[in-house]
């Protein structure tokens, strides 16, 4: 098997798929709006009870048995569903992910002008509602005013104003299917021989963001109000901290922040050496993905303390997360700035690569699927080629004049509960069916050193408990999609349900075949496996229920969601 050409190499790799696009309009905006700086206390209270013990065991996972998130189930067959369903999972989320950089890039284009696109209401997109001036004093004239920018976004490039809702797409907008064309080609020619070229780009790739937010923040403090932003987010109130939701939010964040469960962990430390330490891995770089969440909230809260500062408006106003923040505010924000052009161009290309090295969780798909099909290494060229042409087809949805509620519902449903889920039964495979001990052996095997009582103690008890806690609450505190004002119709909620339980549902049917396949009657198997397989057809059956009985008339702003 390949291995990575340096150790480096495997680092800024996992690094680059770790820090994404949500460490920037995420975690800064969930900090500030949790008690500032004492939102650290649940977030690294759960970073060090689940985040880097589940980590830790993904990645040893990976090395120790050289294959990927499927083929590593050889150690306990009867889970090998969960391997599928990670991949599905990652194959769905690279369905719209792409979309997100192709947005990046068509703002990047759209940035080499003397004036930005988005700082006037003078265009043939704006709307009579459109309005330069911020206002927010609850009149009836200032109800529906918009700004520039967020006008920019939502008629300038998704053209939402030509579509009535998701049963009304259209064609695909030529200028975003170009610039998702452009994505895919950039994704093929990183993927297609393996390791040894992913290896290279994210030299760029994962080291960019962090020039990028330093210049960014060098330019950010030195603007009026800065500081007042700055001293917001650091704000302590430890009063928060005896509201539940500050601790689920600190939970749902270490989950996702971290990228376990997407199967990419396990391919990429796959082609590791066999002796290589990664104890240490997972130390050095699930500390720089929160160092990285935390460094990134100067940034964006400088900008912010900026633009509450210019339009004499309160904090609250301009805060947000999602999406909202990254092409409404912050662009925003840097066209009141001298030169704002080539701010522009900087803050798009660290946008760009930080995408560029998520979309990376393909390497899942396609590692796990030649992993399990041998025959496909001989032709990993054509494997590939077939993947990301297959995402680029199904992204087109998301590029046409309704594509934004086609990418609302993926990013509701693709990779929610079901990715919980899907590390909950890993995390019970390993710990309690292959077995913590054996699985500590295989470690010191490798690096000469076993696992302390602490890591043994997280897998076996604490993990599980974490994330089946987490599972419980994603399912009690689901809310169904919504962009704006807009209510997805009842089909449309049950496709998105169908898309999540679709990759649930190969834990219990790979399972129930195995079962049906294996030497040896029906009564011999062990009831631990029937248990599982029955546990997890009752939780998927309950989901269902609820998504056919779940009126979807909850309504909330699109701006505050998130993509993972």
């Known amino acids: 098997r390949e291995t990575w050409g340096k150790k480096i190499d495997f680092l800024l790799s996992v690094i680059g798929f770790a820090v994404d696009l949500a460490n920037v309009w995420r975690f800064p905006y969930l900090c500030y709006k949790n008690g500032g700086g004492a939102f650290l206390v649940p977030y690294l209270f759960f970073m060090v009870i689940a985040g880097m013990p589940l980590f830790y065991m993904e990645l040893a996972l990976g090395q120790y048995n050289r294959e990927g998130a499927a083929g590593v189930w050889k150690i306990c067959p009867i889970f090998k569903g969960v391997g599928f369903t990670v991949i599905l999972i990652s194959l769905y989320v690279g369905f719209y992910y792409n979309v997100i950089i192709a947005w990046a890039l068509f703002y990047l284009f759209s940035s080499f002008t003397g004036e930005l696109p988005w700082v006037h209401c003078n265009n043939t997109w704006n709307s009579p509602n459109c309005s330069d001036l911020w206002a927010f004093n609850n009149s009836l004239n200032d109800t529906h005013k918009s700004t520039p920018a967020a006008e920019y976004f939502e008629r300038g490039v998704l053209h939402l104003q030509d579509s009535e809702g998701i049963a009304d797409l259209g064609l695909p907008r030529w200028q975003l299917t170009s610039c998702l064309a452009v994505v895919i080609v950039?994704?093929?020619?990183?993927?297609?021989?393996?390791?040894?070229?992913?290896?290279?780009?994210?030299?760029?790739?994962?080291?960019?963001?962090?020039?990028?937010?330093?210049?960014?923040?060098?330019?950010?403090?030195?603007?009026?109000?800065?500081?007042?932003?700055?001293?917001?987010?650091?704000?302590?109130?430890?009063?928060?901290?005896?509201?539940?939701?500050?601790?689920?939010?600190?939970?749902?964040?270490?989950?996702?922040?971290?990228?376990?469960?997407?199967?990419?962990?396990?391919?990429?430390?796959?082609?590791?050496?066999?002796?290589?330490?990664?104890?240490?891995?997972?130390?050095?770089?699930?500390?720089?993905?929160s160092l990285t969440s935390f460094f990134s909230g100067f940034v964006i809260f400088s900008f912010l303390g900026y633009m509450s500062h210019k339009h004499s408006v309160p904090l609250d106003k301009v805060a947000t997360d999602g999406p909202g923040l990254v092409f409404i505010i912050y662009p925003e924000a840097i066209a009141t700035l001298p030169g704002s052009s080539v701010w522009a161009v900087i803050f798009f290309i660290m946008l760009l690569t930080l995408g560029i090295d998520s979309m990376g969780g393909m390497e899942s798909v396609i590692t796990g699927l030649m992993d399990e099909f041998k025959f496909l290494h001989k032709h990993r060229e054509l494997f590939t080629l077939f993947i990301v042409v297959s995402t680029f087809l199904i992204s087109l949805f998301c590029v046409t004049n309704g594509g934004i509620y086609v990418f609302t519902l993926l990013d509701h449903f693709a990779a929610g509960t079901s990715i919980l889920f899907g590390v909950l039964i890993e995390a019970i495979g390993i710990a309690w069916f292959y077995g913590v001990d054996r699985f500590s052996d295989d470690i010191e095997e490798m690096i000469g050193q076993r696992p302390g009582l602490y890591w043994r103690l997280c897998w076996k008890f604490v993990s599980?408990?974490?994330?089946?806690?987490?599972?419980?609450?994603?399912?009690?505190?689901?809310?169904?999609?919504?962009?704006?004002?807009?209510?997805?119709?009842?089909?449309?909620?049950?496709?998105?349900?169908?898309?999540?339980i679709s990759s649930m549902t190969m834990v219990p049917l790979y399972a129930i075949y195995k079962m049906c396949t294996l030497p040896g009657k029906f009564c011999d198997v062990s009831l631990v496996h029937i248990s599982l397989v029955y546990i997890s057809l009752v939780y998927i059956s309950l989901m269902f229920n609820r998504a056919i009985t779940e009126p979807s008339t909850r309504c909330a702003p699109y701006l505050g969601s998130s993509v993972m």
């Open 186 to 289: 950039v994704l093929y020619f990183s993927l297609w021989k393996g390791v040894k070229t992913s290896g290279k780009v994210v030299w760029i790739t994962a080291t960019m963001p962090y020039v990028v937010l330093t210049v960014l923040l060098l330019r950010g403090v030195t603007l009026p109000g800065a500081m007042d932003g700055i001293k917001a987010y650091l704000s302590v109130d430890f009063l928060r901290l005896c509201e539940p939701q500050v601790w689920i939010d600190a939970a749902t964040q270490i989950c996702f922040s971290l990228g376990v469960g997407f199967g990419v962990l396990i391919a990429f430390s796959s082609y590791n050496k066999f002796s290589n330490n990664c104890y240490r891995d997972a130390i050095i770089t699930s500390s720089i993905n």
């Open 464 to 500: 599980p408990c974490f994330l089946l806690f987490m599972v419980v609450v994603s399912f009690a505190t689901f809310n169904p999609p919504n962009y704006g004002t807009y209510t997805f119709p009842i089909w449309a909620n049950m496709i998105g349900w169908c898309l999540a």
